[in-house]
């Protein structure tokens, strides 16, 4: 009789295929080998789910929190020819139009009115209308990933693509996009107007990196761009007008893949996502919260020391937690932590969201403050809070410091404790080393887990 010690993989999994926020992150949409389901970002809501037989999708790109949505087949048993684009109104319920390629479409980006489609070499783009007509195509290098990047809000133009060379980045400027429909009474904010014309002819090219690129990110006014390179340790700001480097954030010493970087919609801050599990959050502006630096920075203006010690790293992190995809027969119930059967959550999709600062009292007039949203691709919802500006000497553990919010019915998950990905240099002796591992210590801070939820599910599960 064999009596080893056996393993049962977790019961009723959530597999997730993809998942995506529309623009502004007030939806976002979920892939599964069910069909797909839009639900709302905060407070999490399941809005509608459609059941689909006959194959599964790659991915289901919302435009804005409209009821378009771009769907793209894939899998093993694909619902759609992987060289389609559908057009599908989900009010409806049905396909209203297709676009169909020679080759296998890459990715997607959209705004009102316009699609951007990514192809191998090529990018072509879409005035999506009554009709839909071909405005535009650009040839790019190497682009397996299907790299797009489009500015959305208000009589924005910039569309990023990578360039023909690679590491490099090609803008184009589109017809200026309209803003959203107002709906119920009239905001007490008058609506943004159209900048200028800029004075000079804004730049086409920015070379980036030497290496091939693995993320583009703008913010919704398209001012600044974002870039990764494939070795995952820099993230690269550049003014779109100028194609002036503004900054660079380091992510980590160790080789990574940064699946995406998400700009804070006021650009006051940008966070980073890899695959190391970790979000990171740098900030834009000299008030508030600093990113931190190694404390040899100050004398690099006099020694000729790397650039590794000039570096920004981020001034708040999280890290999404990770546990066994399985439970041992042999551990007993009153030992299992509440998170044993939740399997491994380190891929992961970031968008930042407006909370009201006193929820009792929210409305549209109401002050909010901006958190980050993670959705991860075995159904976790993760709402974080970011730190307080001034951290305080000793700060407390992740694990007791974690404010969790959460419904009889559902459970919640606090993080783990994690070191920082910073690594900073001192002088050689042990003492030195100590009182630097001290002020890192100090200066550290963790994104706050405010609210933990489950989604995915076809039970109802919001």
């Known amino acids: ?45 399941l809005i509608r ?61 959209c705004r009102r009115g316009w699609l951007a489609v990514a192809l191998r070499r090529r990018v072509l783009v879409f005035e999506v209308g009554e009709t839909i007509s071909r405005r535009g195509e650009y040839d790019t290098c190497d682009n397996p990933r299907g790299l797009l990047a489009i500015a959305t809000g208000a009589h924005s133009t910039l569309l990023a693509l990578p360039g023909r060379q690679m590491g490099h980045v090609q803008l184009v400027h589109l017809p200026p996009c309209s803003p959203p429909i107002p709906v119920g009474p009239p905001p007490s904010v008058l609506p943004s107007k159209p900048r200028p014309p800029p004075a000079k002819h804004p730049v086409s090219i920015i070379v980036a990196h030497e290496s091939a690129l693995n993320t583009l990110s703008v913010p919704p006014s398209g001012r600044i761009l974002a870039t990764t390179s494939t070795r995952g340790t820099l993230v690269r700001l550049w003014d779109t007008l100028t ?47 600093s990113n931190r630096q190694s404390s040899l920075s100050p004398l690099a203006p006099f020694l000729p020391l790397p650039k590794y ?29 509440p998170t044993d059967e939740v399997a491994d959550e380190e891929k992961c999709v970031v968008g930042w969201i407006e909370i009201p600062i006193d929820q009792g009292q929210a409305g549209p007039d109401s002050p909010v403050e901006y958190q980050l949203l993670a959705l991860t691709y075995t159904g976790g919802w ?15 553990s992740p694990r007791s410091s974690t404010s969790i919010s959460h419904s009889p019915t559902k459970s919640s998950i606090p993080p783990r404790q994690r ?44």
């Open 1 to 45: 009789m064999n009596l080893a010690r056996h393993s049962i993989t977790a019961t009723n999994p959530v597999l997730i295929f993809d998942t995506q926020f529309d623009a502004d992150c007030q939806i976002f949409t979920t892939s599964t080998p069910a069909g797909f389901a839009v639900y709302r970002s905060w407070p999490l809501k």
């Open 49 to 109: 789910k459609r059941e689909l037989s006959g194959g599964t999708l790659a991915a289901v790109v919302p435009c804005h929190a409209s009821s378009l949505l771009f769907l793209l087949g894939g899998g093993r048993s694909p619902l759609y020819p992987p060289n389609k684009v559908i057009l599908w109104d989900d009010a409806l319920g049905t396909e209203v139009a297709e676009l169909e390629f020679r080759e296998r479409v890459r990715g997607l980006a």
């Open 243 to 289: 194609g002036k480097l503004m900054r660079e954030f380091r992510r980590g010493s160790d080789k990574a893949e940064i699946y995406g970087v998400a700009f804070r919609p006021d650009e006051k801050e940008v966070c980073v996502w890899s695959d190391k599990g970790t979000v990171h959050v740098f900030s834009l502006v000299t008030s508030g919260a």
């Open 309 to 337: 010690f000039d570096s920004e790293w981020s001034y708040a992190q999280y890290r999404i937690p990770t546990q066994a995809a399985h439970i041992s027969l042999s551990s007993t119930t009153s030992s299992r932590s």
């Open 382 to 396: 993760y709402r974080l809070s970011l730190p307080p500006t001034s951290a305080p000497s000793n700060p407390p």
């Open 419 to 462: 070191t920082s990905s910073v690594t900073s240099i001192t002088s050689r002796s042990d003492k030195g080393k100590d009182k630097e591992r001290d002020k890192d210590r100090k200066e550290s801070r963790e994104c706050i887990l405010q609210e933990y939820r489950k989604f995915g599910r076809w039970d109802g599960w919001g």
